[in-house]
């Protein structure tokens, strides 16, 4: 079955810099990735997500890249503020199939 | 516009009982999706389920464990006789396609 690899599991950056949260799967099937925040004691918040067909798709301060030869998608957040500091997960799925298999998640804290 | 909803939002149980948890999809989805999350881990998938039908079920438990999305009302994930193991965050997610959108979670604790 699927598997999603994510790093880095924590992520500390100075406000106003840029953050990068990278995943690598292993079902060359997978044709879909989201990405989602989740802020202490809330559920999932999808954030951004990405098709197979589409190498890079981005919302404002947030992008995503993904490289389908090799198996792995990222995020990026630039100008970071500090209600970006949350979990971030990313996850996969294979078209038909709709179960979403998860990263271990990203802690991300802006320092101010 | 209501997102979707999980009830109740904190729940604690003693070894033995029973938990019920419900999830209301949001309006016009008619996909539900429950996923269990341990502390400081990721999401995992547990059962997909439309109306009044058990789609993939292949993350439950194979004991225990039960859902339903019956033609009227929430979905209910059942846990019968709880042991400390099950205590967790317990999230529900609801589509119409491929974006699924989460509810706030239900957070189970085992005494």
């Known amino acids: 079955g699927e598997n999603v690899e994510q790093h880095p599991s924590t992520l500390s950056v100075q406000e106003g810099d840029s953050a990068v949260i990278k995943c690598t799967y292993s079902?060359?099937?997978?044709?879909?990735f989201p990405w989602y925040k989740q802020e202490l004691g809330k559920g999932p918040q999808l954030i951004i997500d990405?098709?197979?067909?589409?190498g890079e798709k981005k919302d404002q301060r947030i992008a995503v890249t993904l490289n389908k030869t090799a198996k792995h998608f990222s995020l990026h957040i630039t100008e970071t503020q500090p209600e970006d500091s949350a979990v971030y997960f990313c996850?996969?799925?294979?078209?038909?199939?709709?179960?979403?298999?998860f990263g271990q998640g990203t802690r991300l804290t802006i320092n101010p | 516009n209501a997102g979707v909803m999980q009830n109740p939002r904190h729940l604690v149980r003693r070894r033995g009982q029973e938990a019920r948890l419900r999830c209301s999809p949001m309006?016009?989805?008619?996909?539900v999706y429950w996923y269990r999350q341990l502390p400081e881990e990721g999401l995992k998938f547990m059962v997909y389920?439309?109306?009044?039908?058990?789609?993939?079920e292949s993350g439950m438990p194979k004991e225990r464990f039960s859902a339903e999305f019956p033609k009227e009302g929430p979905s209910i994930l059942r846990i019968q006789q709880v042991v400390r193991g099950d205590s967790a965050a317990y999230f529900c997610?609801?589509?119409?396609?491929?974006?699924?959108?989460f509810g706030p979670g239900t957070r189970l604790l085992v005494l």
């Open positions: 997610a609801s589509s119409k396609g491929e974006t699924q959108y």
């Open positions: 079902d060359s099937a997978s044709n879909y």
């Open positions: 990405i098709r197979s067909n589409v």
């Open positions: 996850a996969a799925t294979i078209q038909g199939a709709q179960k979403l298999v």
């Open positions: 309006k016009g989805h008619s996909h």
């Open positions: 389920l439309q109306k009044e039908n058990i789609i993939d």
